[in-house]
T-cell receptor
Framework: GQQVMQIPQYQHVQEGEDFTTYCNSSTTLSNIQWYKQRPGGHPVFLIQLVKSGEVKKQKRLTFQFGEAKKNSSLHITATQTTDVGTYFCAGGGATNKLIFGTGTLLAVQP | DAGITQSPRHKVTETGTPVTLRCHQTENHRYMYWYRQDPGHGLRLIHYSYGVKDTDKGEVSDGYSVSRSKTEDFLLTLESATSSQTSVYFC?????????????FGDGTRLSIL
């Protein structure tokens, strides 16, 4: 079945450093969504990418969807302590469900 | 945040007992989902509903059943809880079940089976 892998599992950075998490699907996706979960909280929708090669920005966050629509990345420029949390990608495919990646836990040291 | 309420928020129970978790929404969204979240596994879909009395299985449905008698309520039942079902359970809703619609999550239920 469809699988979505995410790396790294954990990343520790100093405040001000950049951060990137990568998402790879075993099958072509119709779209990719990104969610953020703060410690002790629930996943919160950040953004959706639909088009091949699409790039979207939200302030310091840059999201990319690969040309083959099988991979995606989230890049945070100049991390802040408020960026702490787990970032999940979720791929939409042929089935009527989203398949979530395993998530990347970001720790930011002040 | 979307109007989603999960109850209870925390529960501790013993192996073999039945457990029911409730998800209540005030958004009138057609689709509702139950996920479990475990370290190293991300979010895994248990069951989902695409309307009143219309449900389908997700990837980890064994040992779970669901019911949806009203648009606003989606119940998840563990008929005979096992320790492997200790997890954090999240309910989510979306306007459409086509997988390109964002999902909005409740605050979760932390369930411990002793």
């Amino acid at each position: 079945g469809q699988q979505v892998m995410q790396i790294p599992q954990y990343q520790h950075v100093q405040e001000g450093e950049d951060f990137t998490t990568y998402c790879n699907s075993s099958t072509t996706l119709s779209n990719i969504q990104w969610y953020k979960q703060r410690p002790g909280g629930h996943p919160v929708f950040l953004i959706q990418l639909v088009k091949s090669g699409e790039v979207k920005k939200q302030k310091r966050l840059t999201f990319q969807f690969g040309e083959a629509k099988k991979n995606s990345s989230l890049h945070i420029t100049a991390t802040q302590t408020t960026d702490v949390g787990t970032y999940f990608c979720a791929g939409g495919g042929a089935t009527n469900k989203l398949i979530f990646g395993t998530g990347t836990l970001l720790a930011v040291q002040p | 945040d979307a109007g989603i309420t999960q109850s209870p928020r925390h529960k501790v129970t013993e192996t073999g007992t039945p457990v029911t978790l409730r998800c209540h929404q005030t958004e009138n969204h057609r689709y509702m989902y139950w996920y479990r979240q475990d370290p190293g596994h991300g979010l895994r879909l248990i069951h989902y509903s695409y309307g009143v009395k219309d449900t389908d299985k997700g990837e980890v449905s064994d040992g779970y059943s669901v019911s949806r008698s009203k648009t606003e309520d989606f119940l998840l039942t563990l008929e005979s809880a096992t320790s492997s079902q200790t997890s954090v359970y999240f309910c989510a809703i979306s306007t459409d079940g086509i997988s390109n619609q964002p999902q909005h999550f409740g605050d979760g239920t932390r369930l411990s089976i002793l």
